[in-house]
């Protein structure tokens, strides 16, 4: 089963991008990583999503994957409901979205802005080592040269978010912070 979910995003990014052209390793790994959060809209729910309303992934703080994530948004739907990138700046903005992506550029904000989400139903998504340990719920590592992720099943219950078996058994799981 852990093959199939590979497998399955392997091809997502072959679709996405009709095969890998030579670039840097920084951006391919952003576009891998932009891939990822779209299929997570496939392998989390969210109970008292409204469907009514676009589908939005929020990035928080400057990130290479701002571009790969709208080129996905110009290509598909979740749902039959429209994705919507929206970029948040400071924690004064008002955060409303599905999936929170956190810069590694804004490490030193991590706390305040998870305090600052705290109980709203947002995947939290970040870079930054630790990011699990400090109460996000997913966390890309790279281990062996390859994109990895780490998820705090602890912060998915809190947000009122569940993570299917295979998403799941894809991650190193870690508790983190309660």
Known sequence: MKQMIKTIFILSIILLYGGLQAQSESDYNYKIKAIFLYNFSKYIYWLDADTSKNFKIGVFGDSKIIAP?????????????????????SLEDS????ILFISASEKEQIKPL??????????????????????G???????DGEVKLEINPRALRRAGLFASA?????????EGHE
């Open 137 to 143: 719920a997913v966390n890309f590592i790279m281990k």
């Open 95 to 98: 955060i409303d979205c599905h």
């Open 166 to 174: 295979q998403l799941l058994r894809l991650a190193i799981l870690t």
């Open 114 to 135: 998870l305090q600052k989400i705290k109980n709203k139903p947002i995947l939290t998504v970040s870079e930054v080592p630790g990011f699990t340990d400090e109460g």
């Open 69 to 89: 994530l709208r080129e996905i948004a110009a290509k598909k739907t979740v749902y039959k409901r429209k994705i919507q990138i929206e970029r948040y700046t």
